[in-house]
């Protein structure tokens, strides 16, 4: 995590986190789906980095990071983001 910081910090973009959805709370997919997209960039290089570093320790890195380059994933990603954000809205309505 300390190498996905200081990507954000060479790159010039907010220090965000990233954030892991609870399974009995839907406000934190809406965030999580947020957060992987405003950090998309910083998080391929940490991944390509981690891969290039150490491939064979962190095979799930790789996985992860073929997941994101992937096109249907942006486009999934970029079609929840309303969505969730509007189910947000709706569940602190009630």
């Not at 390509?48 to 992860?64: F, K, M, T, W």
């Not at 380059?69 to 569940?91: K, V």
Request: charged share 20%; proline share 4%; with cysteine.
């Amino acid at each position: 995590l300390a190498s996905f910081n200081d990507i954000q910090t060479l790159l010039k973009h907010p220090q965000l986190k990233l954030i892991q959805p609870g399974d009995t709370r839907w406000l934190s997919y809406s965030r999580s789906i947020n957060a992987v997209i405003r950090c998309c960039e910083s998080l391929m290089i940490t991944l390509e980095h981690i891969v290039n570093e150490r491939c064979e320790e962190s095979p799930s890195a790789l996985d992860l990071l073929s997941i994101l380059q992937d096109q249907s994933t942006t486009f999934i990603l970029h079609s929840l983001e309303p969505i969730l954000e509007a189910l947000s809205i709706l569940l602190k309505s009630i």
